[in-house]
């Protein structure tokens, strides 16, 4: 049977618990692939590495490290909710921290930081992938909308037991609820184009002249490795992660995630199990 591990070993990555804030730049920023997620952020990651740009920070390098989660949902609030906010915008230093270790990035979270990353990081080769609005949405809402704003208890109980969903998921309501001006799924859908067509104007508007390739998909290496400075590969321009690959991925993330929550039940249950046994034989002294 198939398992997260075997098909996507880079998602079950143990959680480092590592506090992002002592870290620092430790390699140069080279590129920044702001498109939208589900305009071919995971093709475009594995694009540069073939180029040999590489490490690149997507959306999948964080998901399982709780304590950057929880570092970029305050940077969120910071940009688009200033006066409720636990600390200032963030730039270079912040993004520093967060990606120091990358040499490029792409794809949300991280890519609604796009004029603020530009800011951060001048000589950045800025790549921008646009889709057909209409195509995007359907992509888009039948995948990674689907992620927010989950409820019932079952949602409370999984919560409660695992930290890492706990402030993933608060990530993910803190991003859809500011950037999409969205509390529910029903709302997201309907201020979806608008926040698309925003965020590719801001880009634009902050990309110095000659700092942005708008690359459409389907144009093969030519005008991304004549932008960036790279020869042309020997091997089709990578295509993946379409809508099926993302629903398969994110069922065996549950999956995945679901094991150790039962093993957290487990554990609480033998506890009280115990706690249970030694109240009862104290009991039963005391009434002998």
């Excluded at 019932?152 to 109980?157: E, K, M, P, R």
Aim: with cysteine; aromatic share 10%.
């Amino acid at each position: 049977m198939t398992n997260l591990k075997d098909k996507w070993p880079h998602l079950a990555k143990e959680d480092r618990w590592e506090d992002p804030r002592q870290r620092t730049r430790v390699v140069p920023m080279e590129v920044l692939a702001l498109g939208f997620s589900r305009t071919g952020t995971s093709s475009m990651r594995t694009a540069l590495q073939i180029l040999g740009i590489t490490p690149v920070c997507h959306g999948e390098d964080v998901v399982f490290q709780t304590l950057d989660l929880e570092m970029i949902a305050q940077g969120i609030a910071a940009k688009y909710q200033p006066s409720a906010a636990t600390c200032t915008p963030f730039g270079r230093k912040e993004f520093d921290q967060l990606l120091g270790q990358y040499r490029a990035v792409t794809d949300m979270p991280m890519s609604h930081f796009g004029p603020e990353l530009m800011e951060a990081y001048p000589d950045a080769k800025v790549v921008l992938v646009e889709r057909d609005i209409e195509s995007w949405f359907k992509s888009y809402s039948e995948t990674v909308a689907l992620i927010p704003f989950q409820r019932g208890f079952a949602n409370w109980l999984i919560n409660s037991l695992d930290p890492l969903i706990r402030r993933r998921r608060r990530l993910g309501d803190t991003l859809f609820r500011l950037v999409y001006r969205a509390d529910s799924r029903a709302e997201i859908l309907e201020t979806m184009r608008d926040v698309y067509r925003e965020h590719y104007a801001a880009i634009r508007q902050a990309a110095r002249p000659g700092q942005l390739l708008e690359y459409k998909l389907g144009s093969g290496w030519e005008p991304l490795c004549e932008f960036l400075g790279k020869p042309v590969p020997d091997v089709p321009f990578p295509r993946i992660n379409d809508s099926a690959e993302f629903t398969e991925k994110m069922r065996l993330v549950r999956e995945h995630l679901a094991v150790g929550v039962r093993q957290r039940i487990r554990r609480l249950l033998g506890v009280f199990g115990v706690i249970a046994a030694v109240a009862l034989a104290v009991g039963w002294r005391r009434l002998s």
